[in-house]
């Protein structure tokens, strides 16, 4: 079944710094998912993204189906964009029908 | 508003004592799922249903139960709660195919099992 890698696994920067942030996949991209898990272990949507180019103020997401990843930018973080982020892709694993997801990049944004 | 609700939100139980926790969608889909998240494991698949009355076992089904008697409401049951349930769960929904729609999440539901 689908493999989701994600890197870097850890990022500490000061605030008002620029991030990406990458998810690798094993197998073709169908419907990607980026998410924000926040520090009260809520997932919240940021992106549905299966290709090109979406923005949605100081974030955007880009995926490359053909070449099996997808970038994730925060542009000039903030405080609030610590947490930890996950990219997901739907797959069939031994017959269960679930979002594969990677093991998550850990954004820490120092004042 | 679109949206899957989870309750309660945080659970502190002991060991045997019958729990469920309830999860309820609003948008009229299909497949609904349970995931827990523990640290170093990531996000693992409890149950899913693809329909009223149609369940199926996930990556870590044991010691759970799940029913789908109504569209709407997706609940997980534990009928002897243990330790190793200490964890984050997260209900999830979806329209089929998942390989076309978005899957959304719950707040989670934070348990622990003393």
């Known amino acids: 079944g689908i493999q989701v890698e994600q890197s870097p696994p850890d990022l500490i920067l000061q605030e008002g710094a620029n991030s990406t942030l990458r998810c690798n996949f094993s197998?073709?991209?169908?419907?990607l998912q980026w998410f924000h898990q926040n520090p009260w272990g809520q997932l919240i949507n940021l992106f549905y993204?299966?290709?090109g180019t979406k923005q949605n103020g100081r974030l955007s997401a880009t995926t490359v189906a053909t070449e099996r990843y997808s970038l994730l930018y925060i542009s000039s973080s903030q405080t609030t964009d610590s947490g930890v982020y996950f990219c997901a892709e739907p797959g069939i694993i031994q017959g269960a029908q679930k979002l594969v997801f990677g093991q998550g990049t850990r954004l820490t944004i120092n004042p | 508003e679109a949206q899957v609700t989870q309750n309660p939100r945080y659970l502190i139980t002991v060991t045997g004592k019958k729990l469920t926790v309830t999860c309820s969608q609003n948008m009229n889909h299909e497949y609904m799922s349970w995931y827990r998240q523990d640290p170093g494991l990531g996000l693992r698949q409890i149950y899913y249903?693809?329909?009223?009355?149609?369940?199926d076992k996930g990556d870590v089904p044991e010691g759970y139960k799940v029913s789908r008697k109504e569209k709407r409401n997706f609940p997980l049951i534990l009928e002897s709660p243990s330790p190793n349930q200490t964890s984050l769960y997260f209900c999830?929904?979806?329209?089929?195919?998942?390989?076309?729609?978005?899957?959304?999440f719950g707040a989670g539901t934070r348990l622990s099992v003393l």
């Open positions: 197998d073709s991209v169908n419907n």
């Open positions: 999830a929904s979806s329209w089929l195919p998942l390989a076309k729609n978005i899957q959304y």
């Open positions: 249903s693809m329909n009223v009355e149609v369940t």
């Open positions: 993204i299966p290709s």
